[in-house]
């Protein structure tokens, strides 16, 4: 498919959005809350993917990007992030056959080669068990940065069209964007933040350019269809400019109708 950049071209939009992108955040604090280990609480936060599969594959959408590890979590106790890791392998275990016969196609993002080598190896089989679906596309961003992504996708350009070094004139944001690590996804329609945090925190930050964001102080682990039907229908009433006034949007729908 043609990906569309949101700041040169108007994509288009409808109710359903096609590309969904979640900040899984509140496992901890949830767990903390009813006096739980936060391990409890990144378990229960397991489920809680798979809820929102079931839901935005029901619903219509087609991309669903979930936020799992920053390149910043690694700043967390050792314990946690060890647990983090584990519960990883887990799910790659558990999960990655039930998500191929669902037509479901598993990519992951960021710099995995900090992982240890079983994982990494475990991360390519899941991406290569799944390769051939196209039914719905689900992206484990781990070990990921927004800036991260915009600097590997410019030294990826510049290695592949060493000629642009003396030549920046002629970069643009299709010859950068190609690189992204979600260069094959359109960009998301809605962002969801779970926790009561309202920040991107550097995820995806080439990509949200023009994204409706959502924020909620429900923690992930309690993050049901309700909460994601009532995000939906929030962003349903959104009305998406990109860049033009009220008066144009109104004006072409006018048109059509």
Not at 26 to 52: E, I, Y
Request: glycine residues 6%.
């Amino acid at each position: 498919m043609k990906i569309i950049s949101s700041t040169k071209r108007i994509p288009e939009v409808s109710d359903i959005p096609e590309h969904v992108a979640i900040i899984m955040d509140g496992n901890g604090r949830w767990a903390t809350k009813r006096h739980l280990p936060r391990s409890a609480g990144h378990a229960r936060g397991v489920q809680s993917v798979r809820n929102a599969l079931e839901y935005f594959g029901a619903l219509g959408t087609r991309y669903l990007t979930l936020f799992a590890f920053s390149s910043e979590n690694w700043r967390r106790p050792s314990e946690e992030v060890n647990l983090l890791m584990g519960l990883f392998v887990q799910a790659l275990e558990r999960e990655v056959d039930e998500l191929s016969s669902k037509g479901v196609r598993l990519r992951v993002i960021g710099d995995v080669s900090r992982f240890e080598p079983k994982l990494q190896r475990m991360i390519q089989q899941a991406q290569d068990t799944t390769a051939h679906n196209e039914a719905f596309h689900l992206t484990i961003a781990a070990n990921y940065g927004g800036r991260w992504d915009i600097l590997q996708a410019t030294q990826k350009m510049l290695s592949l069209d060493p000629a642009l070094i003396d030549n920046p004139s002629l970069i643009d944001e299709d010859s950068l964007a190609r690189h992204l690590s979600m260069a094959w996804a359109p960009e998301p329609d809605l962002f969801i933040r779970t926790g009561g945090e309202q920040r991107i925190s550097n995820f995806l930050i080439w990509q949200l350019a023009y994204t409706e964001l959502y924020f909620t102080d429900k923690y992930w682990p309690e993050f049901g269809a309700g909460d994601m039907d009532a995000a939906v229908q929030w962003y349903r009433h959104r009305e998406r400019r990109f860049g033009r006034t009220s008066a144009q949007i109104h004006a072409v729908a006018e048109k059509v109708n």
